[in-house]
């Protein structure tokens, strides 16, 4: 089953070799397996994880050539003969986890993420960043046909993940939970879904632009890293008794605030770590964490429920966070104004453009 109107040809953001340059080029329109639908991206936010990718931070290879890009909303325009839940002209998401065996001892408890045989989108298979793209029909995420395509892209990486996060730190309606990165994609989107929830927050980043942004999206601090002369006793001394966040959600790119932790988090506390900076290590004193009995965790994307609910939480109004649309031949500029650390929020590309 497939639409007339698929190109042989379509317009790509290419990554022949690890660290670039990005060639924005014509390459050929792929056929979907017999598991497998083709979308037709319209929009994909653009996520550290693709610099990550560009740049090889990390000790995972990618394939190569390679497409990135794994935050892509579009409608879907073919499907293999075995898909039967998914049809032609449904809105859809293409998410990190592109497909898993669905048949491991992890996939069978629906913790996908780690599936030995996980595919990701714009990593080790090619992702978002062209007109037409491939996943498996297990895994796409399914969108509502009144959710903007644009607006909901982001929500398909960042916001599934600080969602999953969120509910990894086990932070409670009224309790404090710091957001590390805050100005950021992820970051953006945790401060939202934490008011949501009734969770309150304090944004922790750099600059004007960004404090004010946190503070539209419902943060009630802000503390700028790169002022700040003791991060520690800030954040502590914006928690109401003093006592530090209940929980803290890391998602700066880089290793420091990795370090600083689990000295602020309240006793019993909790900190989720989700940022990736290229070869961190993590670091706490064993006396401290021991007395104070803190818990630090790693958190990984989010599974199939985890997707939906996230997504559900966006179709509802629930959450609005800041996004730039620019074209899909203008990701180089957003790659280097992210490397900077400027962007406030996402930017999302337009693969009409
Ligand atoms: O499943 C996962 N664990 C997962 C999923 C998606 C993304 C992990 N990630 C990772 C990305 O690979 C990346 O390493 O989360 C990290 C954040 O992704 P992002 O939100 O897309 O990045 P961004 O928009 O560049 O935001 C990063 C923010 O961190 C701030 C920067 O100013 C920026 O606003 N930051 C830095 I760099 N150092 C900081 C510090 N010391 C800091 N904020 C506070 N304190
Ligand atoms: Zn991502």
Known sequence: MSSPQIPEK??????????????????????????????????TGVCHTDLHAL??????????????GHEGAGVVVARGQLVSEVNVGDHVGIKWINGTCLSC????????????????SGYT???????????????????DKNVPLDGVSPVLCAGITVYKGIKESGARPGQTVAIVGAGGGLGSLAQQYCKAMGIRTIAIDAGDDKKKMCEELGSYAFVDFSKSKNVVKDVQAATEDGLGPHAVILLAVSEKPFQQAAEY???RGT??????????????PVFESVIRMITIKGSYVGNRRDTAEALDFYAKGLIKAPF???????????????????????????TSK
């Open 10 to 43: 379509q317009w790509a953001q290419v990554i022949e070799k690890t660290g670039g340059p990005l060639e924005y080029k014509q390459i050929p329109v792929q056929k979907p397996g017999p598991d497998e639908v083709l979308v037709n991206v319209k929009y």
């Open 55 to 68: 740049n090889g931070d990390w000790p995972l290879p990618t394939k190569l050539p390679l497409v990135g």
């Open 105 to 120: 001892d992890f996939c069978m408890q629906s913790d996908e993420p780690l599936c030995a045989k996980a595919q990701l």
């Open 125 to 143: 298979v090619d992702g978002s960043f062209q007109q037409y793209a491939i996943a498996k029909a297990a895994h796409v995420a399914r969108l």
């Open 265 to 267: 988090v309240r006793p």
């Open 271 to 284: 900190v989720i770590c989700i940022g990736l900076p290229a070869g961190a290590s993590l670091k706490a």
């Open 324 to 350: 730039k649309v620019v074209g899909l031949s203008e990701l180089p500029k957003v790659f280097e104004m992210m490397e900077k650390g400027q962007i406030a929020g996402r930017y999302v590309l337009d």
